[in-house]
C-alpha cells in the first residue's frame, strides 16, 4: 500500500463527523461478529460445514448484543485516534458482558445450539479482534510520513519518547535514531528506533544526513547539561532542547515544546542553589510590592514571589502593555498552582512620590522590591535627564514613602555596573545605592538594601536574544570589541537573589553574588552560532556561515565589569553571597546634592546635572563629551541665527 494513500486515508477520516466516525465503528463491528462466531465454531467442531448450517438470526441476535454490550460500556466514546493500552480493559469488560449475554440468550431460549467452549472461543477471538482493529485505525489515523528534517533524540527515557510522539504527529521532523549515554538501553529498540552509544553520533549525522540533535534529560543536571553541549557543539548540527524539569513540573511547558539552547547552559558554572528559608522571609504571609513589574527581573521577581506564599502582591508598573502581560500571566499562575495570592495591578511611575505613598498606605505594603529602572547603557547616556529622573528619583521617592510607611524592608536592584562607573546608568544606579545608605541613617524601622550582579542572560536588551535574532537572520554578529568580557547570571538565578538578601539585610547593605569566571563575549558568540548548527567564518574557515564583526565600544562602555568598590567584603548566611562595607554619604550632604539635581534637571542643564553625579559618585568617570541627543541639538533661536548668517553670506556672495 503506497505510504501517501494511508497517510490521505487517515486524513479523510479524521475529517469525517463524529457521528459518521461512530456509526462505521459500529458497523463494522456488527458485521465481524458473525463471521467470528462462524470461525469459533468452526474452531470448536473442526467443521465449517457446522458452523454455516446455525441458524441465520443467531448471528443477527450475537451482531446486536455485542454492539448493544459495547456501546453500554461506552466504547463507542473513545477517541480512536488517542486510544491507549488501557482501552484493552474496557474491551475485555464489553467482551465479558456480550458473551454472557449470549451465553444466556443461547442457553434459554434457542436450547444450547452452541457449546460452552465454542462461545469462550469467540470471546477470544472478539476481544483480538477489538484490539487489532482499533489499533490499526489508530495508526491509519496518526500516521504521517516525516518527510522533514532528519533528528537525532539525545535521550530515550520517557522525554524522549514522549517528545518522539510528538514528533512523528506534527510530521515536521524525521527522528532517526535515539543516543543515550545508559549502556543497557544501546542496541535496543525504545518505540521503533535504534538507541546509539554517543560516541556514533558523529558518524549517525555523516550517514543519516542528520541536521539538529534533540536534547530530551529534563532531570539533567547543569554539570551534565554542560558536559553534552561540549561535545555537540564541535557538531555540523543544530542543538534544540525540551524544557527543564522545573518548567514541566511548575506547568511553564510540556515536554514537546522544543526550545534554543538555555541561556543557562552557555554559562560556564553551577547555578547558585537558593536557600528557601532565606527567600521566604520577607515574603510568606505578607504584603509585597515590586516596582518595574513588567521588566525582565520585575516579572521574574512577580513569579517567583507568588510561589512563596504572599497575603498579597502589588505590581506598580508605568508600562500599560507590560503591566497587562504580567498580571495576566500571574493571574494565570495563581489558578494553575492554587496559590490564594491576591495580585494588585497599578499604573504608575516609581518617582511619582505621592501615588507611591498611597498605595504603600493603602495596600499596607511590607516587602519592596525596586527593580524599576533604565538599564541600556548607550539609551541612557543618549537621555541624561530621563535616565537620572527614572534610575535616582524613582529610587529616592519610593524610598522616602516606604520610610514614611514603616515599609519593613525596601530592597534596591543594582547593577555591577554601579561600581566605578563610566557612564550615566552606572552612575544613576550608585547615586541610587547611596541615597539609600543615606536614608538609613534616618531610619527606625525599615531596613534599606541593594543587590549587585552582573549581565541577566536573556533579558530586555541582552546579547543573548540579539545574537540569536542575528544568527537566524544570516549574519553577522555584532561584538563591540573582540576583549570584552562580562559577569552573567539567569533571570530567575537573578531574581532569587534579589528576594534572598532581603532577609539577610541588617539596614543599608551591598549585597554582591560570588560570580565566578566572567565570560568572554566573543566566546559566547561563538558557541551560540555553533550550537544553532552553523560555523563561525573568519581568517581560518573563509567559507563558515556566519561573521563575528568588532563594531568598537560604545559611549561610555567599559571593556570589564566590577562587583566591589574596594576589597572589604564579609560572607553571609549563603555561601554565594558576599556582603560589602563601602564609603557612603552622610545624610545631610546626599540631601543637598539631591535638591541641586533636581534644580539641575528642571532647567535641563545636563552640564550641571553631570556634575552633581561626579560629586556624588567619586568613582564616576565620565565620558569627555555629553552624548544626550536633546541636549546636543541647538536651541531653536540659535538655529534660526545661523540659518540668518548662511542666508547673507549666500547673498553677498
Known amino acids: 500500500m503506497p505510504i501517501g494513500w494511508v497517510e490521505r486515508c487517515g486524513r479523510e477520516i479524521a475529517a469525517l463527523p463524529r457521528t459518521a466516525k461512530i456509526s462505521i465503528a459500529i458497523a463494522a463491528d456488527a458485521a465481524a461478529v458473525p463471521i467470528l462466531l462462524i470461525l469459533a465454531v468452526a474452531l470448536r467442531r473442526a467443521s465449517l460445514t457446522a458452523a454455516v448450517h446455525l441458524p441465520p438470526y443467531l448471528y443477527l441476535t450475537a451482531s446486536l448484543v455485542a454492539v448493544t454490550s459495547f456501546w453500554a460500556i461506552g466504547m463507542y466514546r473513545a477517541v480512536f485516534r488517542f486510544i491507549t493500552h488501557g482501552a484493552l480493559h474496557t474491551a475485555f469488560l464489553g467482551v465479558a458482558l456480550a458473551v454472557l449475554l449470549l451465553a444466556a440468550f443461547n442457553f434459554t431460549v434457542l436450547g444450547a445450539p452452541i457449546a460452552s467452549n465454542a462461545l469462550m472461543i469467540f470471546g477470544a477471538l472478539l476481544l483480538l479482534y477489538l484490539f487489532v482493529s482499533r489499533s490499526l485505525v489508530r495508526e491509519v489515523l496518526t500516521y504521517r510520513h516525516s518527510s522533514g528534517e532528519r533528528v537525532v533524540i539525545y535521550g530515550a527515557g520517557s522525554a524522549g519518547v514522549q517528545l518522539l510522539r510528538s514528533l512523528r504527529d506534527a510530521g515536521q521532523y524525521a527522528a532517526v535514531a535515539f543516543v543515550d549515554a545508559e549502556q543497557a538501553l544501546q542496541g535496543k529498540l525504545v518505540a521503533d528506533l535504534k538507541v546509539y552509544s554517543p560516541d556514533a553520533l558523529p558518524s549517525l549525522i555523516k550517514k543519516k544526513s542528520v ?83 513588567g521588566g525582565s527581573i520585575g516579572a521574574e521577581l512577580c513569579r517567583q514571589i507568588v510561589r512563596l506564599g504572599p497575603s498579597r502582591l502589588v505590581l506598580l508598573e ?53 527593580a524599576a529602572a533604565y538599564k541600556h547603557v548607550p539609551i541612557v547616556e543618549q537621555n541624561v535627564v530621563e535616565g ?40 544613576t544606579k550608585r547615586f541610587a545605592e547611596l541615597t539609600l545608605q543615606a536614608l538609613q541613617e534616618r531610619s527606625t524601622h525599615t531596613r534599606f538594601c541593594m543587590v549587585r550582579f552582573g ?17 537566524r537572520n544570516g549574519g553577522p554578529v555584532t561584538v563591540t570589541h573582540r576583549d570584552v ?113 533636581e534644580a539641575a534637571l528642571e532647567m535641563f542643564d545636563c552640564d550641571k546635572a553631570l556634575d552633581i553625579l561626579i560629586r556624588a559618585v567619586a568613582e564616576y568617570r565620565p565620558a569627555a563629551l555629553i552624548h544626550d541627543l536633546v541636549w546636543q541639538r541647538p536651541r531653536f533661536a540659535e538655529t534660526a541665527r545661523r540659518n540668518l548668517v548662511r542666508l547673507v553670506s549666500h547673498a553677498g556672495g
Open 388 to 427: 537620572i529622573y527614572n534610575n535616582v528619583f524613582s529610587t529616592w521617592n519610593t524610598a522616602q514613602a516606604a520610610l514614611e510607611c514603616r515599609v519593613d524592608t525596601f530592597v534596591l536592584v543594582s547593577t555591577d555596573k554601579a561600581v566605578n562607573p563610566t557612564n550615566v546608568m552606572g552612575a
Open 318 to 370: 508605568m508600562s500599560e502593555a507590560a503591566l497587562y502581560q504580567i498580571e495576566r500571566e500571574l493571574q494565570l499562575q495563581v489558578q494553575r498552582e492554587g496559590a490564594g495570592v491576591e495580585i494588585i495591578a497599578l499604573l504608575g511611575k516609581a518617582r511619582h512620590r505621592h501615588r507611591v505613598r498611597e498605595i504603600l498606605l493603602r495596600y499596607e505594603v511590607e516587602t519592596i522590591y525596586h
Open 485 to 597: 568580557i562580562r559577569y552573567f547570571m539567569t533571570i530567575p538565578e537573578a531574581a532569587q537573589l534579589v528576594l534572598q538578601a532581603g532577609a539577610m539585610a541588617e539596614g543599608g547593605d551591598v549585597f554582591v553574588l560570588n560570580m565566578s569566571e566572567p565570560v568572554r563575549i566573543a566566546d559566547l558568540a561563538a558557541r551560540m552560532i555553533r550550537l544553532m548548527g552553523l560555523t563561525v567564518k573568519d581568517e581560518s574557515n573563509p567559507d563558515g556561515d556566519i561573521e563575528i564583526v568588532y563594531t568598537g565600544l560604545r559611549p561610555a562602555e567599559k571593556l570589564f565589569e566590577e562587583l566591589l568598590i574596594g576589597k572589604n567584603v564579609t560572607r553571609t548566611e549563603h555561601p554565594m553571597i558576599l556582603r560589602a562595607m563601602e564609603h557612603r554619604l552622610p545624610w545631610v550632604e546626599l540631601r543637598a546634592l539631591v535638591e541641586e539635581l
Open 455 to 471: 549581565n541577566v542572560l536573556d533579558s530586555s536588551g541582552s546579547v543573548v536574544p540579539l545574537f540569536r535574532e542575528q544568527i
Open 211 to 293: 541536521k539538529s540533535v534533540l536534547l530530551a534529560i529534563p532531570s539533567l543536571s547543569h554539570g551534565g547539561r554542560q558536559r553534552i553541549l561540549r561535545t555537540l557543539e564541535s557538531l555540523p548540527v543544530a542543538v534544540r532542547t525540551v524544557p527543564t524539569l522545573s518548567d514541566i513540573v511548575l506547568g511553564r511547558a510540556t515536554v514537546s515544546e522544543l526550545r534554543d539552547v538555555e541561556p543557562g547552559d552557555l554559562l560556564g558554572r553551577e547555578p547558585v542553589a537558593p536557600d528557601v528559608a532565606l527567600m521566604r522571609a520577607c515574603i510568606d504571609g505578607k504584603v509585597v510590592m515590586v516596582t518595574g513589574a
